[in-house]
């Protein structure tokens, strides 16, 4: 759903008139909650960051544990979800590998969201050539596929978990960039910053009182979206041998070394898989309420 | 409109040019030799200090970017550095099977996403809407992999219904035409080949349609919605499920906007998630052909396979941005 | 206008529904069948489908290194001689006689007469030279493999002096001085004769348009798709060959291909994994064929690189993998556990040496007495593709990363693309590395110079190892022509290499193929790529 976000981010948004007493994060939070599908977004959210903070104290063996003997195991009593083709329990490296999705879905997303948002601010608020060389080389970046970028950028620095997580950060940066600027262009134009302006009020002051906050709310929407796609993503790329190396036990490259066993061992595939897939939808789920709530206009 | 479609297309030579760029600092970024690559196990240090003076490497770059751009404006691709064949006659079968397994998947999830949208509204809030939903939502969740060797496992595995990988019947293979396999069995006549060759798009197609799917199911039922408040719709309903054929074709019309602007962004996501998909599936498409040349470090078709990619996406949204103004003038274009 | 374009969207888009609606109904009802082996039709099976997992990168075999390229090749060209069926013996090829002067200087090769070029041209010994005079003069770039013959043309180690026709059917090798494996190297499938006519004919796109002697002859190549081969008619043994057409299909995932066998797709696979065999082996459809094993896999200390330049160290990681567990757990329990660089088939194998047992207290001693006993971090790097010598090297480095752990050594697994990789390993850029070789030639020459001499770094002695001792007996092996002699040598170059350790030898592995029940006659042979005009199907 990230990918909605980013024809629709031209739309303005309108700050609410605060005319009634309630703080508005009380209402924002009001409206959130009445939502049923953000809060179990939420809910699912919070419980695998939950799993990732405490994985090594619930986990029952560790991650790199090498069993040879127990190679291949159904899921028991013993194993939850079976073990792999090391003898490895794959329930506990499902709980750890919660810490590695999560790690590269918030710092990817934190460097694009950084990033994109200076770039943004400077080529909204300074115009001209800064501008338009900016804009030039996101429209650029946007018209690879992005998983593409991101293999070719791997390809570059090399395969490993922090590549991954840094060539999927770029392949965002333009998304917060558009985003940003074209909210900085239109606060631009509201008549106080131009009076601010007129004033003589320094550009930092203007930006970080004035613009900056005012483009909070659609960022964190499409940060949360943006977390989803992230996952997906660095899961693709360990899936491709790009991202996480062994033993890491990273969702994507689980799945990835037991392609093998579909045949014998089909629930080596099958929960890691289904983490993935849960934790994406948490976020999705979560963001769309946040869209609801934050950047209504925003909605499709 | 002519403007418009003028000053549209002019607005793309810049990226272009970025492109080729990016693509060639990219190449050039990518650590490794070439002539190791020709070489291989077997090489010696002189063989490949002498291959690589040979194939102009060590040349400044602007002057290899400059020999780079006049050979693509001339058509030229360059060779292959595995096959030795000039890439531009190479490319042609690959980019057939991605766009046979793209156009069917976004045909799958324009049929089936734009009517259970439009049914999903109609009967909103009944539990075809809530399972819709929940399917939609699951679906833009999904790694579209997973789902792919899910479906392997499933299908092809367990049940033995679908071919697990491939394009044909190795033993009866098709021959091409087009490389368009759906279009080649038809225009030969052999049904019986086209109905192996269906059978054996359905998986790798419904894996990467699932996205799309979902995405164009909630953004349907979204303006559906907007449009049964409209008077004429509720009218319409008041007089009974009679009507729904009405509404639906009155629907498919706004359904329209939604789904081009979803081809538009999707096509992006489509071409990357076919990498995925035809590894998966044994699908010999320009997804694989990339994939390989970048393990295999074929610098000139990782260089022209990524720029066919980024131009067919450029392509189609350009071809979307006029689209829309043509079904709908009201569309203002501010570039 | 707008109305009209919206109702031919609406209609075409209904359209395409209920095709697809009708369409998929269909298939699913029919998919079934897929299950039923024969594909009726002809009364005899004469088509093989062969699955494996790339594409050939030429059809002119020594215009490549690369294999996949041969096991297509070897059936349209032939050589001057041949190996046996399943080894590396020599035996007539396209010669039929040959006569080897005392010195070992002159090579006399009587040609089979009568026999034709798939496009009808004779083969004679103008062909022959031809073929030499176009290797010959060509370049590493142009022709890798020709290396094998000490250079080319040009170069000073080249050992060809001349070639002459001495009749139509008789060709004269003189060479510089003796290369033991001299016969050994023409029958490699590289060396396999092309028709003169139609090299001059194509080209550079001879590479395209195959044209040989051998039992098929080429008809189509879909680059990553397929490539068809028939039979040759014509061919020369009237009994041979016994199939029709041989169609090699591109499946890269060895699992996907497994399934295609079992799904009756295709005939036959190689790259079995090990860890596949018992599936197969519980089909009653399908059988497991076992190539015999001529290779070595191994884990290479860079001996130029801390701390492996130190000898004790070496010895040490030697004793800390238990490659037991390795065979057990990614070769299916069949492989050898190697103790020597060069795998025991082959002549001159030194089975006196005593492997270092896994012995961790041992390892942890050794280190200690390096001044290492708290261990350190290091790089693995583990190769990204499957070889026949380790298909799962990955997994393999697994095992290794978590027996190095217990002497306090920690490693981390690495790994780029297969041709970075080969150049890195080449250049010395690994602190430890997994790799493999399979034998070209089956000589002791092609395993103990090629990768452990000082005179092959830069080329495949990637642990960097120099000993001089061992190098003089290496050249010294080379040159003389009594084979007993010859072993004698190479057994004393095991031993140093042993002490020196500058590999822990893995395993020499057996790469497995797997094939439909009714598949006959199929002879894996142990350089990996093996004629099949003997293949058939029985009833």
């Given amino acids: 759903m990230a990918e909605l976000a980013k024809n629709t981010a031209d739309i303005q948004t309108t700050i609410p008139a ?58 028991s009593s013993k194993h939850w979800f079976g073990t792999d083709d090391f003898g490895r329990d794959i329930f506990s490296r499902v709980l750890y590998g919660a810490r590695i999705s999560l790690w590269v ?173 849960l934790t994406v939808l948490g976020f999705n789920l979560m963001g769309d309420g946040l869209r609801d709530v934050l950047d209504p206009k925003m909605k499709n | 409109m002519l403007t418009y479609t003028v000053r549209r297309i002019l607005s793309l030579i810049p990226v272009l040019i970025g492109m080729t760029l990016i693509v060639f600092a990219i190449i050039h970024a990518i650590p490794g030799n070439p002539a190791q690559v020709i070489l291989g196990q077997r090489a010696t240090k002189e063989t490949i200090a002498a291959l690589t003076k040979q194939l102009g490497l060590e040349q400044p770059w602007y002057i290899q970017y400059f020999d780079y751009i006049s050979a693509l404006l001339h058509g030229d691709l360059g060779i292959s550095l595995r096959t030795r064949g000039p890439i531009n006659q190479e490319v042609w079968p690959y980019l057939a099977a991605t766009m046979e397994l793209t156009v069917v998947a976004i045909i799958i999830a324009v049929i089936i996403g734009v009517n259970a949208g439009i049914i999903s509204a109609w009967f909103s809030k009944s539990w075809f809407d809530y399972a819709a939903m929940v399917f939609a939502l699951v679906g833009v969740s999904m790694p579209i992999f997973w789902l792919g060797l899910m479906g392997q496992w499933v299908f092809s595995i367990e049940l033995g219904w679908l071919p697990t990988t491939g394009r044909e019947n190795p033993r009866d293979p098709v021959t091409s035409i087009t490389n368009i396999y759906l279009l080649d069995t038809l225009l030969q006549g052999r049904f019986d080949q086209f109905k192996i060759v269906f059978q054996h798009l359905i998986l790798p197609s419904a894996a990467l349609a699932t996205i799309p799917m979902a995405i164009i199911a909630r953004m349907t039922r979204a303006t559906m919605l907007e449009v049964m408040r409209s008077d004429y719709v509720r009218t319409a309903r008041a007089k009974g499920l009679r009507m729904f054929w009405v509404v639906y074709k009155h629907s498919l019309k706004n359904a329209i906007i939604p789904v081009l602007t979803v081809i538009g962004l999707q096509t992006g996501l489509l071409l990357g998630g076919a990498i995925l998909t035809e590894t998966i599936f044994g699908w010999p498409g320009i997804g694989r052909y990339l994939y390989d040349a970048i393990n295999f470090r074929d610098y000139p078709v990782i260089q022209s396979g990524i720029l066919i990619i980024a131009a067919i996406f450029v392509l189609i949204n350009l071809i979307v941005d006029l689209l829309y103004v043509l079904i709908d003038p009201r569309i203002k274009f501010t570039k | 206008m707008k109305n009209k374009m919206l109702k031919m969207l609406l209609i075409s888009l209904l359209a395409i529904s209920m095709f697809l609606v009708g369409c998929s109904d269909k298939s699913n009802s ?39 390229t041969f096991k297509v090749t070897i059936n349209i060209f032939e050589t001057l001689l041949n190996y046996g069926e399943q080894d590396t013996t020599i035996h007539p090829g396209l010669a039929e006689k040959w006569e080897v002067s005392d010195d070992g200087l002159t090579y006399t090769f009587n040609l089979r007469q009568g026999v034709k070029f798939h496009d009808g041209t004779d083969f004679n010994a103008e062909a022959v030279i031809f073929n030499f005079n176009r290797w010959m003069n060509g370049d590493a770039e142009k022709f890798p493999y020709y290396t094998m013959f000490g250079g080319f043309k040009k170069d000073e180690g080249h050992v060809i002096k001349e070639i ?67 039979k040759n008619t014509e061919y020369w043994d009237k009994s041979l060959p016994k199939l029709n057409k041989i169609i090699f299909r591109v499946i890269p995932e060895n699992t996907a291909r497994l399934n295609a066998l079992a799904n009756g797709e295709i005939d036959v696979m190689d790259g079995l994994n090990n860890s596949d065999e018992a599936t197969v082996t519980a089909n009653d459809k399908l059988q497991i064929i076992e190539r015999p094993s001529m290779n070595v896999g191994y884990l290479g200390l860079t001996t130029t690189r801390k701390p492996f330049d130190n000898k004790l160290v070496r010895q040490a990681i030697n004793h800390a993998i238990d490659k037991k567990t390795i065979i057990d757990a990614f070769y299916g329990g069949k492989a050898l556990a190697a103790k020597n660089p060069m795998p025991p088939s082959i ?139 010859r072993n004698e040598l190479y057994k004393k170059a095991q031993e140093i290499i042993h002490e020196d350790a500058p590999w822990v030898p893995l395993v020499h592995s057996t790469p497995l193929l797997a094939a439909a029940k009714d598949v006959a006659n199929y002879l894996p042979h142990p350089t990996g790529s093996e004629v099949l005009s003997k293949v058939e199907f029985k009833q």
């Fill in chain 3, 30 to 68: 029919n998919a079934g069948d897929k299950e039923k082996p024969a594909e009726g039709g002809a009364p005899a099976k004469d088509t093989l489908v062969y699955g494996r997992g790339g594409d050939s990168a030429s059809l002119d075999p020594i215009t490549t290194t690369e294999g996949e």
């Fill in chain 1, 18 to 75: 605060e005319e009634k007493f309630i703080p508005p994060w009380k209402e924002a939070w009001r409206s959130f909650y009445k939502n049923r599908l953000a809060v179990i977004g939420l809910a699912i959210v919070i419980f695998f960051i939950i799993i990732a903070i405490i994985a090594p104290w619930i986990a029952p063996y560790g991650f790199k544990e090498q069993v040879m003997s127990e190679r291949m195991q159904a899921p």
């Fill in chain 1, 105 to 277: 879905g918030f710092f990817s997303v934190l460097g694009s969201v950084v990033v994109g948002t200076f770039l943004g601010i400077v080529a909204g608020y300074y115009g001209r050539w800064v501008d338009t060389i900016i804009s030039r080389m996101f429209d650029i970046m946007l018209a690879f596929p992005s998983i593409l970028l991101a293999i070719a950028v791997v390809a570059i620095l090399g395969p490993s978990l922090q590549n991954a997580l840094i060539a999927i950060a770029v392949i965002n940066v333009p998304n917060f960039g558009r985003l940003v600027r074209s909210k900085v262009l239109s606060v631009k134009q509201e008549e106080y910053i131009m009076s601010a302006r007129a004033i003589g009020m320094k550009d930092s002051r203007i930006l970080f009182r004035h613009i900056l906050p005012n483009s909070i709310s659609p960022v964190i929407v499409q940060a949360t979206l943006a977390i989803a796609t992230a996952i997906i993503e660095a899961a693709a790329l360990g899936f491709l041998g790009l991202g996480a190396q062994p033993p890491t036990p990273e969702w994507g490259k689980m799945l990835a070394d037991s392609k093998n066993y579909i045949t014998n061992a089909p629930w080596t595939l099958f929960f890691p898989g289904m983490a993935i897939m």
């Fill in chain 3, 164 to 230: 002459k026709a001495i009749d139509d059917h008789t060709v004269q090798f003189t060479l510089k001085r003796p290369q033991a494996p001299f016969l050994k190297n023409l029958a490699m499938s590289m060396f396999g004769i092309a028709s003169p006519a139609a090299l001059e004919k194509y080209g550079d796109d001879f590479r395209k348009n195959p044209v040989g002697t051998g039992p098929f002859k080429f008809v189509e190549w879909k680059a990553n798709d397929k490539i068809v081969i028939e």
């Fill in chain 3, 347 to 485: 002549e001159g194998y030194n089975d006196a040496i005593q492997e270092y047992p896994y012995d961790l207290e041992k390892a942890k001693a050794l280190l200690k007495e390096a001044g290492l006993e708290k261990g350190f971090e290091i790089d693995l790097w583990a190769m990204p593709v499957a070889r026949p010598y380790m298909p799962e090297a990955q997994k393999v480095a697994e095992v290794i990363q978590e027996s190095l752990s217990k002497i306090n050594i920690k490693a981390n697994i690495k790994s780029v693309d297969w041709p970075t990789y080969l150049d890195k390993a080449t250049k010395g850029e690994f602190d430890m590395f997994m790799l493999g070789w399979t034998g070209d030639n089956g000589d002791p020459d092609n395993f103990l110079y090629t990768l452990l001499d000082k005179d092959s770094i830069g080329a495949n002695n990637n642990a960097q190892y120099s000993n001089d001792e061992l190098h003089d007996i290496l050249i010294e092996a080379q040159t003389i022509s009594d084979q007993e002699k």
